[in-house]
């Protein structure tokens, strides 16, 4: 008992004490802010995760899966998984870092610009099928490629040096393209920077079939792995 009193009479009458009690107090917030800038920062400068919420990729990358996202693209390559935004909500360098606060306190549940949602329908992962000076066509929902240069056109398949699956169905007869999503086109040449993308899921999924020709700067990042559901891990 005398010892405690002993004790808590030291930092009372000490103002060494007191002085060195409250720059460790100091140097833990130091550290947790800097541990919180350094998170922030590679969450949204170098990887971040995006939550899959729908099927337009399946079966590679599943409903409601979590897959790391990279912004850092020095080169786009043919089967590529590319997250899109063509509004460009985060081009804004302040908003984006607010953004990324609001994503880390809430576990990546909210955010700035949509609300519990990490793909929103202003943003979307699709796989990259042409590149530019492609020419493209597509018939019963397999693309066809030229690259520039080139005298013959090759499945994507062939011409893809990542391997990825598709998921398509049998169209039924009288199947008008008009109203759904076309299992064919006609040959589209694409010029600088710009890149055909497709959803892996053809038959209920919006893309460059829709939009047309996609830019690189409409590009957030590249995927880089699944990695839940921990069955369907994958590396892109």
Not at 21 to 30: T, W
Not at 33 to 61: A, E, G, R
Not at 177 to 185: C, H, L, N, P, T
Request: glycine share 4%; with cysteine.
């Amino acid at each position: 008992m005398l010892n405690k009193i002993y004790n808590s009479d030291l930092y009372t009458i000490s103002y060494q004490m007191r002085k060195e009690r409250s720059k460790k107090i100091l140097h833990r917030v130091i550290n947790c802010l800097v541990v919180f800038i350094i998170i922030n920062l590679v969450l949204s400068f170098v990887i971040f995760p995006v939550k899959q919420n729908t099927d337009s990729m399946t079966p590679d990358i599943p409903k409601n899966s979590t897959l790391f996202v990279t912004p850092i693209m020095p080169s786009v390559d043919r089967g590529d998984v590319v997250l899109l935004d063509k509004d460009s909500l985060l081009t804004n360098v302040h908003k984006k870092f607010l953004n990324s606060i609001i994503n880390f306190f809430t576990l990546q549940q909210r955010g700035l610009y949509s609300d519990a949602e990490n793909l929103s329908s202003k943003k979307t992962l699709r796989r990259v099928i042409g590149l530019p000076g492609d020419t493209v066509y597509m018939k019963n929902f397999i693309v066809y490629i030229k690259p520039q240069n080139e005298k013959y056109f090759l499945s994507e398949f062939e011409l893809s040096k990542k391997s990825y699956n598709i998921e398509v169905f049998n169209l039924p007869e009288g199947w008008d393209d008009s109203v759904g999503f076309k299992a064919e086109f006609t040959p589209v040449t694409l010029g600088p920077n710009e890149y055909f993308v497709l959803a892996d899921n053809r038959f209920s999924s919006l893309d460059s079939r829709l939009w047309g020709v996609v830019n690189k700067r409409d590009f957030i990042g590249k995927a880089l792995i699944v990695y839940f559901p921990f069955s369907k891990i994958r590396l892109f």
